[in-house]
């Protein structure tokens, strides 16, 4: 099941997995691109390792994962206890 987090003005979004029983949470970042259709990243708490990723800059995903840091304590949370 994944959550949503974020939709930024660009509709971007950001959305992440319940707390999974091997203690981690996915973290996944869409934007719609009219060329390829979306561009994504997905990474996992709470190491920050990127397993996907598709489309982005290195600006855009130093971005992203600073985001994703920066809210990493607020999305473990939510993910233990439904997204809410």
Do not use: W
Request: glycine residues 6%; charged residues 30%; contains cysteine.
């Amino acid at each position: 099941m994944m959550y949503p987090f974020i939709t930024f003005d660009d509709e971007t979004e950001l959305t992440h997995s319940e707390y999974l029983p091997s203690g981690q949470v996915r973290v996944h970042v869409e934007t719609p691109d009219a060329e390829d259709g979306f561009h994504y990243l997905e990474c996992r708490l709470p190491d920050f390792n990127i397993t996907e990723l598709f489309g982005y800059s290195d600006d855009e995903v130093k971005m992203y994962m600073e985001i994703i840091r920066s809210k990493a304590d607020l999305i473990m949370y939510y993910s233990k206890n439904g997204g809410k």
